[in-house]
């Protein structure tokens, strides 16, 4: 009897054993599976993250009170004597759009602010401009455009990357791209806040880069990232938003993002997918080696050296490269039926009488008659600017 007893559990022992296999080569299929080493370079919100997007929402708010605060100044409804676009808006009002196509404030209170112009710049010095022109928008159409875009972008970043990082490439992009407008400067006012925006196009982009290899819809973050540049660069085309910004801002940028902007970490990543990229990274020892050693971020501290160094020479010695190309005008402002572009200097003969305010133009004799005369210095050199142009 006790022989008899002692078989069925020998039999018991032996059947267990038979059910691991099967759950063995399961972990060894998902392990080696290579779809699961990439991740998506813009992965949704849930799966970001989660940390504080502070610097983004401080510069938002910076340029929204800007704009506001410049409008407030521009007070189309009494300077214009109600000649204004959107009159249900009082003191808010926009010009003309013969004067501002983008629903913006005059070319004189744009001066005001702080824009950039050859006069104020090369003839006054006025180097304080090169710091005011990054946080002006030459109208509500450019401030939503701009802003919604800095959002988009900056959020993603800040959240990969952290909050000092991307605000020091913010700052830096824009600074730069003020000093590139200013080699291209023309006697017409310029406001530079694309800048800020193409630098982080261009860090992101160099983020992507680097990180090519991790990502599985990198041609998809190439094509949203080129139609949001030339969505933005369109915009640069109209009077009042310059281009040359946006370019400078962008190498500032794309060379910023080799510096500062390091590989994700590997908690960052899904869960599911953690141990596969650990495992990815021992494998590609050699490759994470040669791009996160002071090579590359070396190179390109030092081209981003000379970018700076060879901007702020020139701008400070007064250099307008303008002269040396005559086509480089176009890529920031196309001239069009209801605006121009070129350089005018405007003068003006001025004759009051009758409560009238009769304005010649000296260069083309066109002439216009305004009933009234209590109107400022600078509103007189906009009007004076139009009929001559």
Request: glycine fraction near 6%.
């Amino acid at each position: 009897m006790e022989e008899a007893k002692a078989t069925p559990k020998l039999s018991q022992f032996e059947i267990k054993p038979a059910q691991v296999p099967p759950s063995l080569s399961f972990n060894l299929v998902e392990f080696d599976e290579p779809e699961q080493e990439k991740t998506p370079f813009f992965k949704p919100r849930a799966r970001r993250r989660r940390s504080d997007t502070w610097i983004i929402s401080v510069f938002v708010i910076i340029h929204i009170g800007t704009f506001f605060a410049t409008m407030f100044v521009n007070d189309c409804w009494r300077n214009s004597h109600r000649d204004c676009s959107l009159k249900t808006l009082g003191r808010l009002s926009f010009q003309p759009l013969s004067e501002n196509p983008l629903l913006g404030p005059s070319a004189s209170t744009l001066d005001e602010m702080g824009a950039l112009r050859q006069t104020f710049l090369r003839d006054n010095h006025q180097i304080w401009r090169l710091f005011t022109c990054p946080w002006l928008h030459a109208g509500v159409i450019h401030l939503v455009i701009n802003l919604g875009c800095i959002i988009f972008v900056g959020i993603y970043l800040e959240q990969e990357f952290g909050p000092l990082r991307t605000g020091t490439i913010y700052i830096l992009s824009a600074f730069v791209g003020s000093l590139v407008a200013a080699l291209f400067i023309r006697n017409i006012p310029a406001v530079g806040s694309s800048g800020a925006l193409f630098g982080l196009l261009g860090a992101m982009l160099s983020a992507l880069i680097r990180n090519w290899n991790l990502y599985n819809d990198k041609f998809a973050a190439m094509a949203l990232l080129f139609s949001v540049s030339m969505i933005n660069f369109a915009i640069g085309l109209l009077p009042y938003v310059d281009n040359f910004s946006s370019i400078g801002g962008f190498i500032s940028g794309f060379l910023l993002g080799f510096i500062l902007l390091f590989t994700p970490q590997i908690s960052q990543v899904p869960h599911n997918k953690a141990g596969l990229y650990e495992y990815k990274v021992k494998t590609s020892d050699k490759l994470k080696q040669k791009l996160d050693r002071p090579i590359l971020r070396s190179v390109s501290l030092l081209l981003f050296g000379l970018v700076l160094v060879g901007c702020l020479v020139p701008v400070l010695r007064g250099i307008n490269l303008n002269q040396y190309c005559e086509w480089c005008r176009y890529a920031d402002c196309v001239p069009f039926e209801r605006w121009n572009c070129n350089d005018i200097v405007a003068n003006c003969e001025t004759m009051v009488s009758d409560s009238q305010l009769t304005l010649t133009c000296v260069g083309n004799g066109n002439f216009r008659v305004f009933p009234y005369t209590n109107i400022s210095h600078g509103r007189i050199k906009d009007l004076c600017t139009l009929l001559c142009s």
